[in-house]
Protein backbone atom coordinates (compact mmCIF):
# COMPACT_ATOMS: atom_id res chain seq x y z
CA UNK A 1 0.00 0.00 0.00
CA UNK A 2 1.29 3.18 -1.22
CA UNK A 3 1.22 6.08 1.39
CA UNK A 4 -0.28 9.14 0.36
CA UNK A 5 2.19 12.37 -0.09
CA UNK A 6 -0.08 14.17 3.30
CA UNK A 7 0.97 11.04 5.29
CA UNK A 8 4.65 10.92 4.19
CA UNK A 9 4.77 14.18 5.39
CA UNK A 10 3.15 14.05 8.73
CA UNK A 11 5.37 10.99 9.52
CA UNK A 12 8.51 12.92 8.61
CA UNK A 13 7.32 16.64 10.70
CA UNK A 14 6.51 14.17 13.30
CA UNK A 15 10.03 12.68 13.41
CA UNK A 16 11.71 15.80 13.33
CA UNK A 17 9.66 16.56 16.78
CA UNK A 18 10.37 13.88 18.20
CA UNK A 19 13.87 14.19 17.03
CA UNK A 20 14.18 17.82 18.82
CA UNK A 21 12.57 16.99 21.81
CA UNK A 22 15.22 13.94 21.87
CA UNK A 23 18.04 16.57 21.24
CA UNK A 24 16.85 19.05 23.62
CA UNK A 25 16.69 16.31 26.35
CA UNK A 26 20.10 15.34 25.65
CA UNK A 27 21.05 18.88 25.91
CA UNK A 28 19.33 19.02 29.05
CA UNK A 29 21.24 15.60 30.40
CA UNK A 30 17.94 14.17 30.71
CA UNK A 31 17.18 10.68 28.86
CA UNK A 32 13.59 10.28 27.59
CA UNK A 33 14.56 6.65 27.49
CA UNK A 34 15.74 6.11 30.89
CA UNK A 35 12.69 6.13 33.86
CA UNK A 36 14.14 8.18 36.69
CA UNK A 37 13.27 10.07 39.32
CA UNK A 38 12.73 13.78 40.58
CA UNK A 39 13.72 15.16 43.95
CA UNK A 40 13.55 19.36 45.20
CA UNK A 41 15.73 20.53 47.78
CA UNK A 42 15.82 24.64 48.65
CA UNK A 43 18.94 26.89 48.92
CA UNK A 44 19.77 30.54 49.71
CA UNK A 45 22.26 30.37 47.62
CA UNK A 46 23.12 27.86 44.70
CA UNK A 47 26.48 28.35 44.44
CA UNK A 48 26.81 28.62 40.90
CA UNK A 49 25.09 25.69 39.64
CA UNK A 50 23.18 25.65 36.91
CA UNK A 51 20.41 23.34 35.23
CA UNK A 52 22.47 20.07 33.68
CA UNK A 53 24.90 20.63 36.51
CA UNK A 54 25.42 16.45 37.43
CA UNK A 55 24.07 14.48 40.48
CA UNK A 56 26.52 12.56 42.16
CA UNK A 57 26.11 9.41 44.84
CA UNK A 58 29.55 8.67 45.89
CA UNK A 59 31.36 10.39 43.37
CA UNK A 60 29.08 8.25 40.61
CA UNK A 61 27.36 10.69 38.02
CA UNK A 62 23.47 9.13 38.94
CA UNK A 63 21.39 12.31 37.31
CA UNK A 64 21.65 15.74 36.56
CA UNK A 65 19.89 19.38 37.62
CA UNK A 66 16.29 19.62 35.67
CA UNK A 67 15.53 23.16 37.11
CA UNK A 68 16.19 26.17 39.41
CA UNK A 69 13.34 28.63 40.26
CA UNK A 70 12.46 30.76 42.86
CA UNK A 71 10.83 29.46 45.95
CA UNK A 72 8.83 32.14 48.26
CA UNK A 73 8.91 35.73 49.02
CA UNK A 74 12.48 35.70 50.82
CA UNK A 75 14.33 34.81 47.58
CA UNK A 76 15.10 31.11 48.39
CA UNK A 77 15.99 28.88 44.81
CA UNK A 78 14.18 25.62 44.54
CA UNK A 79 16.44 23.24 42.85
CA UNK A 80 14.60 20.32 40.67
CA UNK A 81 17.21 17.36 40.05
CA UNK A 82 16.47 14.02 39.09
CA UNK A 83 17.68 10.41 39.64
CA UNK A 84 17.94 8.35 36.41
CA UNK A 85 19.31 5.06 38.64
CA UNK A 86 17.26 2.44 40.95
CA UNK A 87 19.56 3.11 44.07
CA UNK A 88 17.56 3.64 47.06
CA UNK A 89 17.97 5.84 49.58
CA UNK A 90 16.06 7.78 52.84
CA UNK A 91 14.40 10.59 53.01
CA UNK A 92 16.49 12.14 55.04
CA UNK A 93 19.30 12.28 53.16
CA UNK A 94 21.10 15.53 52.28
CA UNK A 95 21.74 17.31 48.88
CA UNK A 96 24.90 18.89 49.08
CA UNK A 97 26.54 21.30 46.56
CA UNK A 98 30.69 20.99 46.19
CA UNK A 99 33.15 21.97 44.20
CA UNK A 100 34.57 19.14 41.90
CA UNK A 101 37.77 20.78 41.34
CA UNK A 102 40.08 23.62 41.50
CA UNK A 103 38.89 25.47 38.67
CA UNK A 104 35.40 26.08 41.19
CA UNK A 105 32.92 23.80 39.16
CA UNK A 106 30.06 22.41 40.62
CA UNK A 107 27.92 19.12 41.19
CA UNK A 108 25.12 18.09 43.56
CA UNK A 109 25.67 15.04 45.84
CA UNK A 110 23.31 13.20 47.40
CA UNK A 111 24.90 11.94 51.31
CA UNK A 112 22.61 8.79 52.25
CA UNK A 113 20.87 8.97 55.67
CA UNK A 114 19.86 6.25 57.44
CA UNK A 115 16.27 6.50 58.36
CA UNK A 116 13.08 4.36 57.96
CA UNK A 117 10.97 5.94 54.99
CA UNK A 118 12.65 5.58 51.66
CA UNK A 119 12.87 8.89 49.34
CA UNK A 120 9.91 8.97 46.70
CA UNK A 121 10.29 10.61 43.45
CA UNK A 122 8.63 14.58 44.85
CA UNK A 123 9.99 14.43 48.08
CA UNK A 124 12.33 17.87 49.14
CA UNK A 125 15.47 16.61 50.61
CA UNK A 126 17.77 18.61 53.04
CA UNK A 127 19.83 20.88 51.74
CA UNK A 128 23.57 21.73 52.30
CA UNK A 129 26.59 23.27 51.11
CA UNK A 130 30.18 21.75 51.46
CA UNK A 131 32.75 24.94 52.03
CA UNK A 132 34.78 25.36 48.90
CA UNK A 133 38.39 25.69 48.26
CA UNK A 134 37.85 29.37 48.78
CA UNK A 135 36.03 29.04 51.72
CA UNK A 136 38.90 26.80 53.37
CA UNK A 137 41.48 29.01 52.51
CA UNK A 138 39.86 32.35 53.81
CA UNK A 139 39.05 30.21 57.27
CA UNK A 140 42.50 29.89 57.16
CA UNK A 141 43.80 33.20 56.57
CA UNK A 142 41.10 34.82 58.38
CA UNK A 143 43.14 34.28 62.20
CA UNK A 144 46.55 34.57 60.74
CA UNK A 145 45.22 38.19 59.11
CA UNK A 146 43.90 39.18 62.53
CA UNK A 147 47.15 38.21 63.87
CA UNK A 148 48.87 40.39 61.22
CA UNK A 149 46.83 43.49 62.06
CA UNK A 150 47.30 42.96 65.56
CA UNK A 151 50.91 42.58 65.05
CA UNK A 152 50.85 45.51 62.80
CA UNK A 153 49.14 47.49 65.56
CA UNK A 154 51.60 46.78 68.28
CA UNK A 155 54.52 47.82 65.90
CA UNK A 156 52.96 51.00 65.26
CA UNK A 157 52.45 51.49 68.73
CA UNK A 158 55.98 50.84 69.62
CA UNK A 159 57.83 53.21 67.07
CA UNK A 160 55.07 56.31 68.47
CA UNK A 161 56.22 54.91 71.60
CA UNK A 162 60.23 55.27 70.22
CA UNK A 163 59.48 58.62 69.03
CA UNK A 164 58.48 59.84 71.87
CA UNK A 165 61.15 58.21 73.74
CA UNK A 166 64.08 59.40 71.01
CA UNK A 167 63.73 63.43 71.07
CA UNK A 168 66.35 65.42 69.03
CA UNK A 169 68.49 65.46 71.48
CA UNK A 170 68.16 61.91 72.57
CA UNK A 171 68.48 60.55 68.65
CA UNK A 172 71.40 63.35 68.79
CA UNK A 173 73.34 61.70 71.47
CA UNK A 174 72.28 58.11 69.83
CA UNK A 175 74.40 59.33 67.26
CA UNK A 176 77.62 60.03 68.58
CA UNK A 177 77.82 56.95 70.40
CA UNK A 178 77.38 54.91 67.34
CA UNK A 179 80.19 57.25 66.03
CA UNK A 180 82.13 56.71 69.32
CA UNK A 181 81.52 53.15 69.17
CA UNK A 182 82.57 52.72 65.17
CA UNK A 183 85.85 55.10 65.92
CA UNK A 184 86.55 52.47 68.99
CA UNK A 185 86.49 49.60 66.45
CA UNK A 186 88.68 51.08 64.36
CA UNK A 187 91.07 51.94 66.77
CA UNK A 188 91.23 48.06 67.58
CA UNK A 189 91.64 47.05 64.84
CA UNK A 190 94.67 49.34 64.41
CA UNK A 191 95.92 47.17 67.42
CA UNK A 192 95.60 44.57 66.18
CA UNK A 193 97.24 45.23 63.46
CA UNK A 194 100.63 46.45 65.20
CA UNK A 195 99.97 43.41 67.54
CA UNK A 196 100.50 40.90 63.89
CA UNK A 197 103.52 42.96 63.03
CA UNK A 198 105.11 43.07 66.50
CA UNK A 199 104.19 38.87 66.63
CA UNK A 200 105.58 38.89 63.00
CA UNK A 201 108.81 40.91 63.68
CA UNK A 202 109.67 38.81 67.08
CA UNK A 203 108.71 34.89 65.68
CA UNK A 204 111.89 33.41 66.48
CA UNK A 205 111.85 35.34 69.95
CA UNK A 206 108.64 33.92 70.98
CA UNK A 207 109.54 30.59 69.51
CA UNK A 208 112.97 30.68 71.74
CA UNK A 209 110.70 31.65 75.00
CA UNK A 210 108.14 29.14 74.26
CA UNK A 211 111.59 26.26 73.70
CA UNK A 212 113.12 27.54 77.18
CA UNK A 213 109.45 27.68 78.99
CA UNK A 214 108.92 24.09 77.96
CA UNK A 215 112.50 23.03 79.07
CA UNK A 216 111.79 25.03 82.45
CA UNK A 217 108.84 22.93 82.75
CA UNK A 218 110.92 19.25 82.10
CA UNK A 219 113.26 20.78 84.83
CA UNK A 220 110.62 21.58 87.13
CA UNK A 221 109.70 18.06 86.72
CA UNK A 222 112.93 16.65 87.25
CA UNK A 223 112.33 18.66 90.73
CA UNK A 224 109.59 16.81 91.59
CA UNK A 225 111.47 13.84 90.78
CA UNK A 226 114.13 14.97 93.63
CA UNK A 227 111.21 16.09 96.18
CA UNK A 228 110.02 12.52 96.46
CA UNK A 229 113.40 11.18 97.25
CA UNK A 230 113.66 13.91 99.88
CA UNK A 231 110.31 12.74 101.10
CA UNK A 232 111.67 9.47 101.50
CA UNK A 233 114.73 10.97 103.62
CA UNK A 234 112.30 13.27 106.07
CA UNK A 235 110.42 10.06 106.54
CA UNK A 236 114.15 7.99 107.48
CA UNK A 237 114.88 10.78 109.97
CA UNK A 238 111.34 11.44 110.88
CA UNK A 239 111.52 8.38 112.31
CA UNK A 240 115.01 7.98 113.83
CA UNK A 241 113.57 11.09 115.67
CA UNK A 242 110.81 8.78 117.16
CA UNK A 243 113.60 6.37 118.26
CA UNK A 244 115.64 8.52 119.61
CA UNK A 245 112.29 10.26 121.51
CA UNK A 246 111.73 6.43 122.93
CA UNK A 247 115.09 6.10 124.16
CA UNK A 248 115.02 9.46 126.11
CA UNK A 249 111.62 8.04 127.48
CA UNK A 250 112.62 5.16 129.24
CA UNK A 251 116.23 7.05 130.46
CA UNK A 252 113.88 9.44 131.84
CA UNK A 253 111.48 6.76 133.20
CA UNK A 254 114.80 4.59 134.89
CA UNK A 255 114.48 1.75 132.24
CA UNK A 256 117.67 0.25 130.96
CA UNK A 257 121.63 0.17 131.30
CA UNK A 258 121.96 3.89 130.22
CA UNK A 259 119.71 5.30 132.93
CA UNK A 260 122.12 3.66 135.30
CA UNK A 261 125.10 4.62 133.71
CA UNK A 262 123.72 8.20 133.89
CA UNK A 263 121.81 8.42 137.45
CA UNK A 264 123.07 5.27 139.40
CA UNK A 265 125.90 6.87 141.58
CA UNK A 266 126.79 3.52 142.72
CA UNK A 267 126.74 1.98 139.54
CA UNK A 268 129.55 4.35 138.92
CA UNK A 269 131.71 3.80 141.63
CA UNK A 270 131.84 0.44 140.69
CA UNK A 271 132.49 0.89 136.85
CA UNK A 272 135.21 3.29 138.23
CA UNK A 273 136.67 0.06 140.66
CA UNK A 274 136.65 -2.44 137.93
CA UNK A 275 138.55 -0.11 136.04
CA UNK A 276 141.29 0.67 138.60
CA UNK A 277 141.28 -3.26 138.95
CA UNK A 278 141.75 -3.50 135.17
CA UNK A 279 144.62 -0.72 135.37
CA UNK A 280 146.22 -2.96 137.81
CA UNK A 281 145.81 -6.06 135.80
CA UNK A 282 147.60 -5.02 132.96
CA UNK A 283 150.11 -3.02 134.67
CA UNK A 284 151.67 -6.79 136.39
CA UNK A 285 150.65 -8.26 133.23
CA UNK A 286 153.09 -5.41 131.50
CA UNK A 287 155.57 -6.07 134.69
CA UNK A 288 155.63 -9.71 135.20
CA UNK A 289 154.82 -11.16 131.74
CA UNK A 290 155.65 -14.40 132.86
CA UNK A 291 153.81 -14.80 135.59
CA UNK A 292 150.84 -15.57 133.63
CA UNK A 293 152.45 -17.13 130.34
CA UNK A 294 155.49 -19.12 131.19
CA UNK A 295 157.26 -23.04 130.64
CA UNK A 296 159.53 -23.83 131.94
CA UNK A 297 161.29 -27.86 133.04
CA UNK A 298 162.41 -26.68 136.38
CA UNK A 299 160.15 -24.44 137.63
CA UNK A 300 160.62 -20.65 139.27
CA UNK A 301 159.58 -18.66 141.92
CA UNK A 302 157.35 -15.70 141.15
CA UNK A 303 157.77 -12.38 142.01
CA UNK A 304 155.43 -10.91 144.44
CA UNK A 305 153.02 -8.29 143.18
CA UNK A 306 153.79 -4.96 144.61
CA UNK A 307 151.52 -1.89 144.07
CA UNK A 308 153.08 0.93 143.28
Known sequence: MKLSYEIKTALLVMSGIFLFIVMINYLKSNDIFV???????????????????????????????????????????????RVENDFEFSSNSIA????????????????????????????????????????????????????IESMVVSADSLLIAVNSVFDIETKQNLTSSIEN??????????????LEEVLGNNENRLNSIILNADQSFKNLSNLSENFDELDLVIENLSKSSTNINSITSEIKAGNGLVNKVVYDEMFVESLDQISSNINLLLEDLRMNPKRYVHFSLFGKKNKTYSKE
Open 181 to 194: FSATIQSAKKSVDV
Open 96 to 147: QIYETGLIGGKALAIIPVNGKNLAISGDTLQSDIAPGLTELVNDKLSPLQEK
Open 35 to 81: SDRSFFAIYEDVEGVSTGTPVTISGFNVGSVQDISFYGDDAKLLLKF
